[in-house]
């Protein structure tokens, strides 16, 4: 094993440390990281922790005890009490996921380290801007020393630990547990579909170039599945940066079918309209609204088409403290009837049309004409108020 290397860290005013070696597990090179404690003086290589106390350490010769003159005048750390504990805290989470269920799923996913599992959860909720190497510690000083008696949260543990919950077997036994937990009598659901990307600068075979909306960047895509009615999320997937999403919406509801979850109704963003999608849609017989983007030519058509006398009192609807206007408009979709429904947001225009229009007065080499034939022409082209 090589000597490895330090790592400082400051919380909270306190500087730790710690010592990472390279090793290899399966032919994988990883740093296996040693929790040294706090540091009490780092040119002369002595460190304090609960299990050693106050002692010496170096990448060349290891552990070895500090002299009797250092260890009079370095300061010691007090031992906390071991038998008074935070008990509010994980508490309430414990119960949440108790009475929703979920408590089952977790515990069926590593049935050998399920108090691990629930220790590492809880800490990273209540405590998620606190890297994991202070779990032990916050455990020691929490309930969750009762409530999860077998966790092991050394640094070396839960190393091992991530590595075994990363693996495919376990995140296909979590997903069964919890689509079965989430799915009712094989209820069909009304699901929403997005993607957003991961900027990852990683350099691993999901990360690719993207463009969007002219801003370039390295990353991974995610793609993320969330249940209409309960608002959970029920599924995700991760591609490569460079994957548009109108490629990934057919697989997606494929291996939704796969795990039981039966969708009837699907809410997708803009980026997945294509013929091959509704058309799959329109064959597995799920209703769905998606968005157009606005630099389609239908999009232009209707907007074109029925913007004129979009703002009538037949059209108005007010939802949200917000006044729309909202036209129902039957079209053909690939040979099946479907409705477009073109919409105007009469607040967010009449704010776009009141700060170009300020913009414009502020400029006296404009002339009422220009005006007008601008505040026209930005109408057109802006989308920020009409869409379909």
């Avoid at 989470?93 to 691990?116: C, M, Q, R, Y």
């Amino acid at each position: 094993m090589s000597k490895g290397f330090m790592r400082y860290e400051t919380k909270k005013g306190v500087e730790y440390a710690s010592v990472y070696r390279a090793k290899r597990i399966s032919g994988k090179k990883i740093n296996e990281a040693e929790y040294l404690g706090r540091v009490v003086n780092k040119d002369q290589g002595i460190y304090q922790n609960r299990t050693r106390g106050l002692f010496c350490f170096s990448l060349e010769n290891g552990y070895s005890k500090v002299s009797k003159e250092i260890e009079q005048t370095e300061p010691q750390i007090v031992e906390k009490e071991k038998l008074i504990l935070d008990f509010g805290d994980v508490y309430f989470p414990n119960e949440i996921l108790k009475l929703s269920g979920l408590l089952a799923v977790f515990e069926s996913v590593l049935k050998n380290d399920t108090d691990t599992l629930l220790a590492l959860l809880s800490h990273r909720v209540l405590d998620s801007n606190t890297a994991n190497r202070y779990a032990f510690e916050w455990w020691e000083g929490s309930y969750a020393r009762l409530l999860y008696p077998k966790a092991k949260l050394k640094s070396q543990r839960i190393s091992e630990f991530l590595s075994v919950l990363g693996e495919e077997e376990c995140q296909r036994r979590f997903f069964n547990s919890y689509l079965s937990h989430l799915t009712v009598n094989g209820e069909s659901r009304g699901i929403l579909v997005d993607s957003t990307g991961l900027p990852n600068d990683i350099n691993f075979p999901l990360t690719a170039i993207n463009n969007h909306n002219g801003v370039i960047s390295n990353e991974t895509r995610l793609i993320l599945v969330v249940d209409r009615n309960t608002h959970m999320p029920i599924y995700f997937r991760y591609a490569a940066g460079n994957i548009v999403d109108v490629s990934t919406l057919k697989t997606t509801l494929k291996e939704l079918s796969a795990f039981g979850i039966d969708v009837d109704f699907a809410i997708v963003d803009a980026g997945y309209y294509s013929e091959g999608n509704i058309r799959e849609m329109q064959k597995e017989g799920i209703s769905f609204i998606v968005r157009l983007i606005s630099n389609r030519k239908f999009y232009k058509e209707l907007v074109s088409n029925h913007v004129e006398n979009l703002e009538d009192a037949q059209n108005m609807v007010y939802y949200r403290e917000r006044l729309l206007f909202i036209k129902k408009v039957p079209i053909d979709l690939f040979g099946k009837p479907g409705f477009a429904y073109v919409a105007l947001d009469a607040d967010r225009k009449h704010d776009e049309v009141r700060k170009y229009a300020k913009a414009a007065l502020s400029n006296k080499d404009v002339s009422p004409e220009e005006m007008n034939q601008s505040m026209r022409s930005n109408d057109e082209n802006d989308e920020s108020h009409e869409s379909v």
